[in-house]
């Protein structure tokens, strides 16, 4: 390279006029590629300067070349049809989708055309009569018309034109347009430089040092040296270090989020969970489709954990509020089975241990709390882009007194507010263990469309009541995914991407830091309708 940089110097200060990088490529007997990459280094160095020259070629599509070495359907055409001539079905039959392209075209050309004899039938075969005939005819679609060639001889003028746009030659305006709209051939851009004399021109370059050393130093050799100018636009080499998986970014944003809301972390490390726990404390019936094997993992071994555990005038609150129905509620009606109660199961929801959390709290005395957790649950469920079988759920809840539907409403709007979704709507649903519940949406302005973003509601009597938890006490709840904000922040659009074993190492060393769209004013206003009482704030 040393050699072809000295000949494109030399070159540069012998040619009054610029010197063409594809011409010198050319004369050289190098990829004009090469060229260039030499062009931008000794740019760097000022010797030289560059104007930039773009052109237009064609080049041949993957159709193109093909019909460059075989050539043009019409050619085939022509050279497939024997001296007696041949049937439009022989032509397919030998050909393929290409005779009818190649058929189109050689009769434009005149090179074949259809005979007009009536053909023969074979002796063995009688002539059709009447409607089968006509059904037959009209069956054959001109399958059976026989193709002669009109032209002793021909010349394939498209392969010869296919011929010349790889070899460079320049071809007509009109030549060039027939073949991009036959797709046989493309415009591509591409450009050429015209390099003169920089600042710094000189015949030999002098390789500047990149580093001062020792041994320069103590010679004195540096006084001699040029040294490369520090490049401060440069980026840095990547440290060497571990990342953090976009989850866990996203993760420590929200329970930021909550923090600052005043909520305190529950403690949410246990993955397996009874049925009484997950479902029964709820006030979630046995028959309730979810509990099916169809939509929770039940564990083989240990397969239940005993009620002797969990005290046993609970559980009989429990049996009662499910048999009986209690606090307003007429209950489910039906036995409730200890067995079902006792199976233990992968947490279908985080839910289970607010439950946990919820009695604890009645049984030490009750006090206002807010309480959070972020954790994964497990649904059987069929894995596609947008579900997995295993998954992150955020749950929020306020317990106090006289708590309603509008500080709820208020509080979801403070809490998704500073997550940066601002345009929220609800919509009346149904839960097993809220009453009133609601399904929250978001619009996004990137979307352009609402998207359902969490579910929420207030906890039912007939689960708060046999806890302990007083008259006039009420507990509203939200819950969300960690995935589908962590999908919308990161533009990931396949869930199997962001988690479990085809995530791509290297999508989670080079992604952002996470950074949402935290707001510190409140909704409501002060005194507003939707504002927190005094006692739901302490």
Request: aromatic fraction near 8%; charged fraction near 25%; charge should be neutral.
């Amino acid at each position: 390279m040393e050699e072809i940089e000295a000949r494109l110097l030399r070159a540069i200060s012998e040619t009054p006029q610029a010197v063409e990088s594809d011409a010198f490529a050319k004369s050289a007997g190098v990829e004009h590629g090469a060229v260039v990459g030499l062009m931008k280094s000794l740019l760097t160095s000022d010797f030289v300067t560059a104007e930039e020259v773009p052109h237009s070629r064609l080049v041949l599509t993957a159709e193109g070349r093909e019909y460059l070495d075989k050539g043009s359907p019409e050619a085939q055409v022509f050279a497939a049809i024997p001296a007696e001539g041949a049937t439009k079905g022989e032509l397919k039959r030998k050909l393929g989708a290409l005779a009818d392209v190649g058929l189109s075209q050689a009769m434009r050309q005149r090179w074949v055309a259809v005979d007009k004899a009536p053909a023969k039938a074979p002796a063995s075969e009688p002539a059709a009569h009447g409607n089968a005939g006509k059904k037959d005819k009209k069956k054959d679609k001109g399958e059976n018309d026989r193709i002669i060639r009109e032209a002793d001889g021909i010349v394939d003028e498209v392969q010869q034109q296919l011929h010349a746009v790889v070899s460079g030659q320049a071809l007509d305006a009109g030549v060039a347009e027939a073949l991009r709209k036959r797709k046989l051939a493309v415009a591509e851009a591409w450009k050429t430089y015209r390099l003169g004399c920089g600042p710094k021109f000189a015949l030999e370059r002098r390789r500047a040092a990149a580093d001062l050393t020792a041994d320069m130093i103590s010679k004195g050799t540096w006084r001699d040296k040029e040294f490369k100018q520090y490049n401060f636009d440069a980026l840095g080499r990547p440290p060497a270090c571990g990342a953090l998986h976009p989850l866990l970014k996203v993760r420590a944003q929200i329970r930021k989020v909550f923090t600052n809301m005043g909520f305190q972390e529950m403690p949410s490390n246990a993955f397996v969970e009874s049925s009484f726990w997950n479902f029964d404390a709820l006030f979630q019936p046995q028959q309730h489709p979810a509990r099916d094997a169809h939509d929770t993992f039940f564990l083989a071994r240990p397969a239940t954990t005993p009620l002797e555990r969990i005290p046993a005038d609970y559980v009989a609150r429990v049996r009662s509020v499910h048999e009986s129905g209690g606090f307003g509620s007429t209950g489910y009606g039906g036995p409730w089975r200890e067995a079902e109660a006792e199976k233990n199961l992968l947490r279908t929801h985080t839910t289970a241990v607010s439950t946990r959390m919820l009695y604890a709290l009645a049984a030490r005395g009750f006090r206002p709390a807010r309480l959070f957790s972020i954790d994964r649950v497990f649904r059987n469920e069929a894995v596609d882009r947008t579900h997995l079988a295993e998954f992150h759920q955020i749950e929020g809840l306020m317990c106090d007194e006289g708590l309603t539907l509008g500080n709820l409403v208020w509080t979801l709007q403070t809490f998704f507010k500073r997550l940066g979704l601002e345009k929220l709507r609800f919509k009346p649903a149904y839960n097993p263990y809220t009453e009133p519940s609601m399904e929250i949406f978001s619009y996004s302005e990137e979307l352009g469309k609402w998207m359902e973003v969490g579910n929420s509601g207030m906890f039912r009597p007939e689960m708060l009541r046999p806890m302990g938890l007083p008259e006039g006490v009420n507990v509203i709840a939200w819950g969300l995914s960690l995935e589908r904000p962590t999908m919308i922040l990161y533009g990931i659009d396949n869930i199997r991407d962001l988690f479990g074993h085809r995530v791509s190492l290297s999508m989670v060393k080079r992604n952002p830091i996470c950074r949402l769209g935290y707001s510190s004013g409140e909704p409501g206003g002060s005194g507003g309708e939707g504002e927190l009482t005094p006692a739901a704030s302490r």
